[in-house]
């Protein structure tokens, strides 16, 4: 009896083990057996064209290309409300995020290294309640960045790697909106201290990156329309960011030139009043993300 | 008796582990990150896009709009080892639905075993990445993943 039972088991391993062979090697022949069809179809099929996607810059990118405009350091234009356990909704904790990693490079790369960790445990606070503070312990990015905070050089660098760690972590994990949320809050973060310090020393390369960064604009608008179903509150940003953009497309200097966004021999300038009217945009943006 | 029940089981588990990985993609996010990385030295990191594809019965193009600024000086790094068949990659300055557009890159001249491309961008306004997907009537459900990395110094 009990040799019957043993002698059934290793045929019934013995019939799958087999079935499945025959089921793999089957799938090759089906494979051959279409491969005729699919240079048919290849030729008379019409490509499919998918919605366009996109990928957006680092909040330190942006930092750094205000930074070689010549973008001084001023205190006080960077986010003052430091205490990450007041936003509560994810969005929120997004744009905030973005803030913060806009204040962080800001300070970074103007070698303030008391408000450098500061932004850094503010991020790590916002990225926590997002549920995705692990990334900060990646490569001991952290004690990292503590370890080297007086080497601008270095912290540049974590940060980099930081931003690549989430990245990867939010695509891993099918949140990608998060990305184009963050970036909107940094972008309209570093746009609010670029305008600020553009208000005491009018200087032109300034103005001109100014300018340059609104190019960027429609496809974070973009970006965000296209994640737009995965967070009902992406439609409220997604008006905010259009607000900014209206008053942009209305200036004088941006009408009279139209192709100047696409362009690349064109460096758009502003006036001072159009500098101002943008200004007074994106500082009331900013403190509607800023109080949650 | 027990001997040929062992070597019975180990010969399921090979040919089970054997169609499992003629299914599965091959889209290791971690190492196609690093991989990417290393090829993007000396630019710093600043953002990386990856692409899901499912190869279907009918040809398909993708596109990935990059803003970048004048200026600045971009490398972007893609690699294809996530791929279970080759597509075609080319970068514009122009979207799709501009019709007369030059690439200002093209994989056309790629051997096969070369999986990892750089390219270091001109000065633009904006880069459209596409990939051409083709067709595939094998029914065998091909999927893959895409990265590409982009850097700035």
């Given at each position: 009896?009990?040799?019957?039972?043993?002698?059934?088991?290793?045929?019934?391993?013995?019939?799958?083990?087999?079935?499945?062979?025959?089921?793999?090697?089957?799938?090759?022949?089906?494979?051959?057996?279409?491969?005729?069809?699919?240079?048919?179809?290849?030729?008379?099929?019409?490509?499919?064209?998918?919605?366009?996607?996109?990928?957006?810059?680092?909040?330190?990118?942006?930092?750094?290309i205000f930074k070689k405009s010549g973008l001084k350091y001023k205190g006080g234009v960077t986010s003052s409300f430091k205490d990450a356990t007041k936003y509560t909704t994810n969005i929120n904790k997004a744009i905030n995020l973005g803030v913060y990693s806009a204040d962080l490079s800001y300070a970074v790369l103007n070698k303030q290294n008391q408000e450098a960790m500061t932004y850094m445990k503010l991020s790590r606070q916002l990225s926590d309640n997002l549920g995705m503070g692990s990334v900060f312990d990646q490569g001991n990015l952290a004690n990292r960045f503590e370890k080297n905070i007086s080497n601008e050089d270095s912290l540049a660098y974590i940060i980099a790697e930081l931003q690549m760690v989430t990245d990867m972590y939010l695509d891993e994990n099918d949140q990608q909106q998060i990305t184009s949320i963050v970036f909107s809050g940094a972008w309209v973060e570093s746009m609010n201290i670029a305008s600020k310090v553009y208000e005491k020393g009018k200087d032109k390369a300034l103005n001109n990156k100014l300018a340059e960064q609104m190019t960027i604009l429609e496809s974070i608008i973009n970006a965000l329309k296209a994640e737009e179903k995965k967070d009902a509150g992406i439609t409220g940003l997604i008006a905010d960011m259009v607000s900014i953009k209206q008053i942009y497309d209305a200036l004088p200097s941006v009408k009279n030139n139209p192709n100047a966004s696409e362009d690349t021999e064109v460096e758009l300038s502003l006036t001072d009043d159009e500098v101002s009217s943008l200004t007074k945009k994106i500082e009331e943006i900013r403190e509607k993300f800023i109080k949650g | 008796m027990k001997k040929s029940f062992y070597i019975s089981l180990v010969g399921l588990l090979f040919i089970f582990g054997f169609t499992t990985l003629q299914t599965a993609d091959n889209c290791d996010?971690?190492?196609?990150?690093?991989?990417?990385?290393?090829?993007?030295?000396?630019?710093?990191?600043?953002?990386?896009?990856?692409?899901?594809?499912?190869?279907?019965?009918?040809?398909?193009?993708?596109?990935?709009?990059?803003?970048?600024?004048?200026?600045?000086?971009?490398?972007?790094?893609?690699?294809?080892?996530?791929?279970?068949?080759?597509?075609?990659?080319?970068?514009?300055?122009?979207?799709?639905?501009?019709?007369?557009?030059?690439?200002?890159?093209?994989?056309?001249?790629?051997?096969?075993?070369e999986k990892e491309l750089v390219f270091d961008a001109p000065r633009s306004r904006k880069m459209y990445v596409d990939y051409d997907v083709p067709a595939d009537s094998t029914n065998a459900k091909l999927t893959g993943c895409m990265i590409f990395m982009v850097g700035y110094k």
């Amino acid at each position: 009896m009990f040799l019957k039972k043993k002698n059934f088991t290793l045929k019934f391993v013995l019939f799958f083990a087999t079935s499945l062979f025959f089921a793999a090697c089957g799938s090759d022949t089906a494979k051959e057996e279409n491969i005729t069809t699919a240079a048919v179809d290849t030729v008379e099929a019409p490509v499919e064209s998918q919605e366009i996607s996109y990928s957006l810059p680092s909040p330190l990118q942006i930092a750094s290309i205000f930074k070689k405009s010549g973008l001084k350091y001023k205190g006080g234009v960077t986010s003052s409300f430091k205490d990450a356990t007041k936003y509560t909704t994810n969005i929120n904790k997004a744009i905030n995020l973005g803030v913060y990693s806009a204040d962080l490079s800001y300070a970074v790369l103007n070698k303030q290294n008391q408000e450098a960790m500061t932004y850094m445990k503010l991020s790590r606070q916002l990225s926590d309640n997002l549920g995705m503070g692990s990334v900060f312990d990646q490569g001991n990015l952290a004690n990292r960045f503590e370890k080297n905070i007086s080497n601008e050089d270095s912290l540049a660098y974590i940060i980099a790697e930081l931003q690549m760690v989430t990245d990867m972590y939010l695509d891993e994990n099918d949140q990608q909106q998060i990305t184009s949320i963050v970036f909107s809050g940094a972008w309209v973060e570093s746009m609010n201290i670029a305008s600020k310090v553009y208000e005491k020393g009018k200087d032109k390369a300034l103005n001109n990156k100014l300018a340059e960064q609104m190019t960027i604009l429609e496809s974070i608008i973009n970006a965000l329309k296209a994640e737009e179903k995965k967070d009902a509150g992406i439609t409220g940003l997604i008006a905010d960011m259009v607000s900014i953009k209206q008053i942009y497309d209305a200036l004088p200097s941006v009408k009279n030139n139209p192709n100047a966004s696409e362009d690349t021999e064109v460096e758009l300038s502003l006036t001072d009043d159009e500098v101002s009217s943008l200004t007074k945009k994106i500082e009331e943006i900013r403190e509607k993300f800023i109080k949650g | 008796m027990k001997k040929s029940f062992y070597i019975s089981l180990v010969g399921l588990l090979f040919i089970f582990g054997f169609t499992t990985l003629q299914t599965a993609d091959n889209c290791d996010k971690k190492a196609l990150t690093a991989s990417c990385k290393k090829k993007l030295e000396p630019f710093k990191y600043d953002s990386q896009k990856f692409t899901k594809i499912n190869f279907t019965k009918k040809p398909q193009q993708l596109e990935v709009e990059v803003p970048i600024f004048i200026g600045e000086k971009y490398r972007l790094v893609f690699n294809t080892s996530g791929l279970p068949k080759g597509i075609k990659i080319n970068i514009f300055t122009k979207d799709k639905e501009v019709k007369k557009r030059e690439a200002i890159f093209s994989n056309k001249d790629a051997k096969d075993s070369e999986k990892e491309l750089v390219f270091d961008a001109p000065r633009s306004r904006k880069m459209y990445v596409d990939y051409d997907v083709p067709a595939d009537s094998t029914n065998a459900k091909l999927t893959g993943c895409m990265i590409f990395m982009v850097g700035y110094k």
